[in-house]
């Protein structure tokens, strides 16, 4: 009898029930592609991070460069004398720890010693300033009209001037990186693939080998068996990786060894990557190292997001102030216009509902036929609202609209590729350009279900206590 009536009064009302329905669709729908959007905009923060930290590691361990630092770490330059007319080839690399100062290689075994501490690898940042030209030796040219000096020279004196000669030299500037080869799951290396050759093999912890980064290597026209040549050491390319963010964390990755001897920091790094054991306790890990490793800077992902800035930030912002509190009002909105139309429904019903009544239906259960009208009309209204939100969140993620976003200067981390890494002590500034998407999860649907069902219940709770009050004379006093 419940489902007989209920088909029937839908059917009969269908007007209503269509406009109860449409309210709720709309502010179902919006719920729908603002949490989509923020979420695809959470994402896209996490990959410009993880261009910086890699995948797999929850934080960095790093200290800051000293006052001193960079007095030492300030280029300097020495080209031999020739013998010749002075116009040969003269080439100089100067190889320099970059960003931070050098930590001992047995920090990396104490941090990963800690409480929390899944795992902790190595690396060292390199800025590798290479330059190369020729002098060119002047020619002595002797003035016309005088072959003598004149007052207060000697008498035979020639008299001229050195015109031409000069110096041409150009400066090539790149970032290289030495990676913990036996620790492969941990540094930025993680996130980049790799796209033609291989990568490192854990035995090579000191060969003479080097991993590019495809938009450097295209710059270079480096491939697979290339030769590199750095500080007069020649390294073999044996692969060429793709940064999955599309800006790299170096130009060239090297065997950690190899980086320090380059550097002339034997047993040093940079930079730790740390992976904790559990990701909720990161902040615990953190704490836990700041304490018993002494002059250290630890960098969660958290501390770098907020440095995040940019298009993207004012869009985040955005979404997650304005559009959720945006999705909050429509809702409460859509809520109180079911529940008034119910309501309102109820009203425009009274001599059927106390005609029931007077036939023997108990208030409850005309309450819950209701109700469950109301239900119904809030699913119909879930189901439409499902629809529209998936519509605009396809939407939004084919047209991908472009975000950017810019990494401020932060305490630690490795910064950005191709231009040079942190300065002393801090994140260098990093711009990139990213693709909003809006992926919808299957918590946001539930959701969507769950808001249709409360938004039924809520209006059959008006249009419930509005015919429970009703009495059969209503109906009586109705008749015509």
Same mark, same amino acid.
């Given at each position: ?165 000069? #110096?041409?030299? *150009?400066?090539?500037?790149?970032? /290289?990186? !030495? @990676?913990? +080869? %036996?620790? $492969? &799951?941990?540094?930025?290396? =993680? ?92 902040? #615990?890990?953190? *704490?836990?190292?700041?304490?018993? /490793?002494? !002059? @250290?800077? +630890? %960098?969660? $992902? &958290?501390?770098?997001?907020? =440095? ?103 305490? !630690? ?68």
């Amino acid at each position: 009898m419940f489902f007989t009536y209920l088909r029937r009064e839908l059917r009969r009302r269908r007007k209503a029930a269509l406009v109860v329905a449409s309210g709720l669709a709309l502010g179902i729908a919006l719920v729908i592609v603002v949490n989509s959007v923020s979420h695809g905009m959470g994402r896209a923060q996490d990959k410009i991070l993880q261009s910086l930290y890699g995948l797999g590691t929850d934080m960095t361990v790093t200290k800051a460069a000293s006052a001193t630092t960079g007095d030492a770490q300030r280029p300097r330059f020495r080209f031999d004398a020739k013998d010749d007319d002075g116009s040969a080839s003269q080439s100089s690399d100067r190889v320099m720890v970059q960003g931070f100062s050098t930590l001992a290689s047995s920090t990396v075994g104490k941090v990963s010693s800690q409480q929390g501490v899944s795992d902790a690898a190595g690396g060292l940042s390199l800025n590798v300033v290479k330059v190369d030209g020729q002098f060119t030796r002047g020619q002595f040219q002797q003035n016309s009209g005088g072959g003598r000096g004149g007052p207060g020279q000697g008498g035979g004196a020639p008299s001229g001037e050195v015109r031409g000669g000069g #110096a041409d030299f *150009g400066i090539n500037q790149y970032t /290289v990186y !030495g @990676t913990d +080869v %036996t620790k $492969s &799951a941990l540094g930025p290396l =993680t996130s980049s693939k790799i796209t033609s050759g291989r990568g490192f093999k854990a035995t090579e912890t000191d060969a003479k080998v080097v991993i590019a980064d495809a938009a450097y290597a295209k710059t270079k026209k480096y491939k697979v068996g290339s030769k590199v040549t750095i500080k007069g050491v020649k390294y073999e390319v044996i692969g060429i990786a793709t940064a999955s963010s599309g800006d790299s964390a170096a130009n060239l990755y090297l065997p950690l060894k190899q980086a320090q001897t380059l550097a002339g920091e034997k047993d040093k790094v940079t930079t730790i990557y740390v992976k904790a054991t559990d990701s909720q306790q990161i902040a #615990a890990v953190k *704490g836990t190292i700041r304490k018993n /490793v002494s !002059g @250290t800077t +630890v %960098t969660t $992902s &958290a501390d770098l997001a907020d =440095t995040v800035s940019g298009s993207l930030s004012t869009a985040s912002g955005l979404a997650s102030s304005v559009g959720k509190w945006l999705s909050v009002a429509v809702l409460i909105a859509a809520f109180l216009v079911a529940g008034l139309l119910t309501s309102s429904a109820v009203s425009r019903r009274v001599r059927e509902f106390g005609t029931l009544k007077a036939l023997g239906w108990k208030s409850g259960r005309v309450t819950r036929q209701v109700v469950g009208e109301a239900v119904v009309n809030g699913l119909v209204g879930g189901v439409l609202g499902i629809a529209l939100g998936l519509a605009g969140a396809y939407a939004v993620t084919a047209i991908s609209p472009s975000l950017q976003a810019q990494l401020g200067s932060t305490g !630690g981390g490795l910064g950005g590729g191709g231009g040079g890494f942190g300065g002393p002590g801090r994140q260098a500034a990093k711009s990139l350009d990213v693709a909003l998407t809006a992926p919808v999860s299957v918590t946001t649907i539930l959701l969507a279900v769950g808001l249709a069902v409360a938004g039924g219940l809520i209006a059959g709770a008006f249009g419930g206590w509005r015919a429970s009050r009703l009495r059969p004379a209503d109906a009586l006093r109705r008749v015509e």
